[in-house]
């Protein structure tokens, strides 16, 4: 069976782009105006970039799994865990903090934002690549 991905479109990738600095300077303008402490703001920061590299991590394991290219279960189990920590540790840095209810819906919003472009931007620069020679590459043979 080939596995033949499809080029994603130019307004795709602008959007997807647009959407992962919309949601990322969003979330960091909020800490920049925020009257937290300074740990306040690098643990929110931390767990951005966290969720970010969880979020980039689990796309490109799922994909490479897809494709039928080996990827250890310790690898792929630890990509959705993480995933699942940066937001539970949101979720919870969120619940005891001290701030107005829409300041905590900004931050979870551009916070999901941000991990859903990741995602999406992750996936049109693996739809995109090519093989170093100029050439799209087509199709990925995967086992039955």
């Avoid at 900004?106 to 999901?112: E, G, H, I, N």
């Avoid at 931007?121 to 039955?144: C, F, L, M, W, Y």
């Amino acid at each position: 069976m080939k596995y033949i991905p499809q080029k994603p479109s130019a307004a795709f990738v602008a959007a997807s782009w647009a959407a992962l600095l919309i949601g990322f300077i969003a979330f960091i303008a909020g800490l920049w105006n925020a009257g937290m402490q300074l740990n306040e703001k690098g643990y929110y920061f931390t767990i951005l970039m966290y969720g970010l590299f969880s979020a980039v991590s689990v796309q490109k394991s799922v994909r490479d799994r897809q494709e039928g290219i080996p990827v250890t279960n310790i690898y792929y189990g630890l990509s959705w865990v993480s995933v699942l920590l940066a937001v539970t540790l949101l979720t919870v840095g969120l619940f005891n903090a001290t701030l107005t209810l829409s300041e905590k819906g900004f931050y979870a919003m551009s916070f999901a934002l941000a991990l859903f472009a990741a995602i999406a931007v992750q996936k049109n620069t693996r739809d995109s690549q090519d093989d170093g020679a100029g050439n799209r590459i087509e199709s990925h043979d995967i086992p039955s």
